[in-house]
């Protein structure tokens, strides 16, 4: 069936450095993807999109890179801070379904 | 915050029972979306409103139903409820195709 996945349930980093966050999905139809940021007891928040015409797009500390060939999706943050622990979560939209289909998540913590 | 408000916050209710959750959306969103949401799982599409019409369906049970409102506000209806059932429910909101979905913060569902 369809399915986006997460490989790395937990992603530990120490403050300031680099993080680097994987998705790989299955749907090669896929083509709009979206990051959500999804903290303790709130609903997921939205981080960052991108196109399938598109293979990079930079935001605020962020950068999402979309390889189509091998069907896979990375989330970029720069500069780690305590406050971006939380459980991020890749998901996909194919035109032919209208369905925003998430994967399980991978949860993202910093410390110090 | 969002822009999208669900009620109630908390849910507590016996098996058997029924339920409504409550779905408003973001002023000038026309489609609504609903997930669940068990523990420390990814988020499962359960259905999607477009302006009062039904869009898309993924795995929604039986005994689940949905509906969208002239106001475009939702509600979805638990029935026959199990201990499984237990979850977070989410609903989303976004203006149409192709746009990120906002998510508001959830209601918890516990069936005991």
């Known amino acids: 069936g369809e399915s986006v996945g997460l490989h790395l349930p937990t992603l530990s980093v120490q403050e300031g450095d680099n993080s680097i966050i994987n998705c790989a999905y299955s749907?090669?139809?896929?083509?709009?993807f979206i990051w959500y940021k999804q903290e303790s007891g709130k609903g997921p928040q939205f981080i960052i999109d991108?196109?399938?015409?598109?293979d990079k797009r930079q935001g605020q500390r962020v950068t999402v890179l979309l390889n189509k060939t091998v069907k896979h999706l990375s989330l970029q943050i720069a500069a780690t801070q305590p406050g971006d622990s939380a459980v991020y979560f890749c998901?996909?939209?194919?035109?032919?379904?209208?369905?925003?289909?998430f994967g399980t998540g991978t949860r993202l913590q910093v410390f110090p | 915050d969002s822009g999208v408000t669900q009620t109630p916050k908390h849910l507590i209710t016996a098996t058997g029972q029924r339920v409504t959750l409550r779905c408003s959306p973001r002023?000038?969103?026309?489609?609504v979306y609903w997930y669940q949401q068990s523990l420390d799982q990814g988020l499962q599409f359960l259905i999607q409103?477009?302006?009062?019409?039904?869009?898309a369906k993924g795995n929604i049970l039986e005994r689940f139903s949905a509906q969208q409102f002239p106001d475009l506000h939702s509600e979805l209806n638990l029935s026959s409820l199990e201990l499984g059932d237990s979850a977070l429910y989410f609903c989303?909101?976004?203006?149409?195709?192709?746009?990120?979905?906002?998510f508001g913060n959830g209601t918890r569902l516990t069936v005991t």
């Open positions: 998901a996909e939209i194919s035109y032919n379904t209208d369905k925003l289909i």
């Open positions: 749907n090669s139809a896929s083509d709009y």
């Open positions: 989303a909101s976004n203006l149409g195709a192709n746009s990120p979905l906002h």
């Open positions: 991108i196109r399938s015409n598109m």
């Open positions: 002023s000038g969103d026309l489609s």
């Open positions: 409103y477009y302006n009062g019409e039904e869009r």
